[in-house]
Structure formats: C-alpha cells, structure tokens
C-alpha cells in the first residue's frame, strides 16, 4: 500500500532563516506530488505541483520554492522565511492529475 | 475562478445524523470529494462521487449531488464523538486544479 510522509512534524524558525520542508512518498511510481499551505486549520491554498522529476509548476508568486529531486520526494524551501509563511503545510500525491489526492500527516511552521 | 462554499459550524448530539452541505461552481466536475481533518492532522479522503451519480453509499456515509442546484452533502449516520472533526469538500476546476471549501467543524456531544 502507498504512504506518504512528511518532516519535520512541528518547526519553530526565526524570520530571515533558511526552510526545507521534506515529502516522499512510498508503494507508487511516477506520482504527481503536491505542496499546500493551510492558514488557521481552514482552506487549503495549493502552493506548488509536480507531474514528474524537475517538472515544477508554481500557483502564487512568495518567498518558496519547490523541487523534486527524485520520483518520490519533494521539497518545500524558502531562503528566507518571512512571519506570512507560518501555516500549515501538506504534501499530497495523486496517481492521476485529476484524481483524488491523498495527504501527509502535515507540517506546522511557526516563524517568529 | 471556481468557488467551493460550506457552512463553518455543526453541532449534532452523539447518535443523532450530521448533515453537512457544500454548494459549488464548476458544473464540469467529474468528481466530488469529501475530506476529514482531525485537529493537528492531515486530510483523509471520506468519499468521493461521479458526477453522473446522485447518490453514494458507503456505511455510514450517504454522499448526495444535485447537479441542477450544484449542491453535495454528506450525511453520517448515528454520529459518534469519534466523527468530530473538519470536513471539506472539493472539486476540480477546468483547469486541473482542486478546489476545497472552508471546511465544516462538525462538534458531536455526548
């Protein structure tokens, strides 16, 4: 069976500090991989996607980045994080564009 | 672009049926889904319907679509404190994109 995982589970970041944010998932191959940010536990605003290895598509201009070094990872950065980017993060992975997604246990980042 | 829209609140007595609505705007959605959050947790995907389907049942979920009102619901039945949680609702955009709801707090008291 397929599971994703995501860390770390909770970081606490100064402003202006660098961030890598780390998904990979497990039982698939050739997954399309997602990057979402959650404000206040409600919508879901999707950051970056990807349909393969370097293939990296961005939903709103920001401080982050995203790459895919391997099938099966993505990463979330930022060179230098901002008190905006704090949320909560969660990577997804779909075996069709337009078939369900299914998430990771998340990441909450608090910048101070 | 599209726009997923749900009630914020629900507060249903333990035992008792939870319905909760979501209205949306895409009426070239292929898919419909219902997704739960518990408090510091990811989205698990409840459910999803076709949408030449007006109906889906799965135990205790009933998933209902009217596509003249573009209205979903999702109705749990015989509610238990476990079922507490955010739901959402999503669907696809034409241009490939999912689109979530706010997000209903479903509170179940004992």
């Known amino acids: 069976s397929q599971t994703i995982h995501q860390w770390p589970a909770t970081l606490v970041q100064p402003v202006g500090s660098p961030l890598s944010l780390e998904c990979t998932v497990e039982?698939?191959?050739?997954?399309?991989l997602y990057w979402y940010r959650q404000a206040a536990g409600r919508g879901l605003q999707l950051l970056f996607y990807?349909?393969?290895?370097?293939?990296i598509s961005s939903e709103v201009p920001q401080n982050l980045s995203a790459s895919r070094p391997q099938d099966r990872q993505f990463i979330l950065s930022s060179k230098k994080l901002l008190l905006s980017d704090s949320g909560f993060y969660l990577c997804?992975?779909?075996?069709?564009?337009?078939?369900?997604?299914?998430f990771g246990p998340g990441t909450r980042l608090l910048v101070l | 672009g599209e726009d997923v829209e749900q009630s914020l609140f629900l507060s249903v007595r333990e035992g008792d049926s939870s319905v909760i609505n979501c209205t949306y705007t895409?009426?070239?959605?292929?898919?419909l889904y219902w997704y739960k959050q518990e408090p510091g947790a990811g989205l698990q995907l409840l459910t999803y319907i076709f949408s030449n389907m007006d109906m889906k049942q799965d135990q205790r979920l009933t998933v209902l679509l009217n596509k003249k009102d573009k209205h979903l619901s999702l109705r749990i039945a015989d509610t238990q404190t476990g079922d507490s949680a955010i739901y959402f609702c999503a669907e696809f955009e034409d241009t490939g994109k999912l689109i979530f709801g706010q997000g209903t707090t479903l509170q179940v008291k004992p």
């Open positions: 895409d009426s070239s959605s292929t898919y």
């Open positions: 990807s349909v393969g290895i370097g293939q």
């Open positions: 039982g698939t191959s050739n997954p399309n």
């Open positions: 997804a992975w779909s075996v069709k564009v337009l078939g369900p997604q299914y």
